[in-house]
């Protein structure tokens, strides 16, 4: 299950749902709207394997890493952040479900930073190599 925190922009969302990119979202399908970030946590324990994605720098905390869900920063502009939502969904690194499981992540147009569970150091991912316009969906 994808969940993206109350902060991406609606035009971002509509992006995914144009993308048939299935998620809830904070305040409107799950938890209350305004939910502190601590309070969230607790959430996540409750979903079935989350990958939680928000624009909000605080989820980027390796001490908050878990076997059960995984946390995304989105280090984007606002208005970029469903194609960043899309691109990661897409690396082969974090293409699954099981592969999301236990990291914290943050999502740079640059690079990506991963924090797996019980690791001391964060790892750096480069993007894969950007698909032509005429293979994207």
């Given amino acids: 299950m994808l969940m993206l925190d109350e902060n991406l922009p609606v035009g971002q969302r509509l992006l995914l749902r144009k993308w048939r990119i299935r998620f809830r979202v904070v305040g409107v ?3 209350s709207w305004g939910t502190d970030d601590e309070n969230l946590i ?3 324990h409750q979903l079935q394997r989350p990958t939680f994605f928000s624009l909000d720098q605080d989820f980027y905390r390796p001490a908050w890493a878990h076997s059960n869900y995984g ?3 989105l280090d984007v502009a606002d208005d970029r952040a469903a194609e960043f939502i899309r691109r990661f969904l897409k690396h082969p690194r974090f293409d699954t479900k099981a592969k999301r499981l236990g990291i914290v992540v943050r999502v740079h147009a640059d690079r990506i930073v991963c924090w ?3 690791q001391r150091s964060p790892q750096s991912v480069a ?3 950007p698909r032509s316009h005429s293979e994207m969906p």
């Fill in 29 to 31: 399908d799950v938890a």
């Fill in 42 to 44: 607790p959430v996540l």
């Fill in 71 to 73: 946390l995304v920063w």
């Fill in 116 to 118: 797996h569970l019980k």
């Fill in 127 to 129: 993007w894969h190599p």
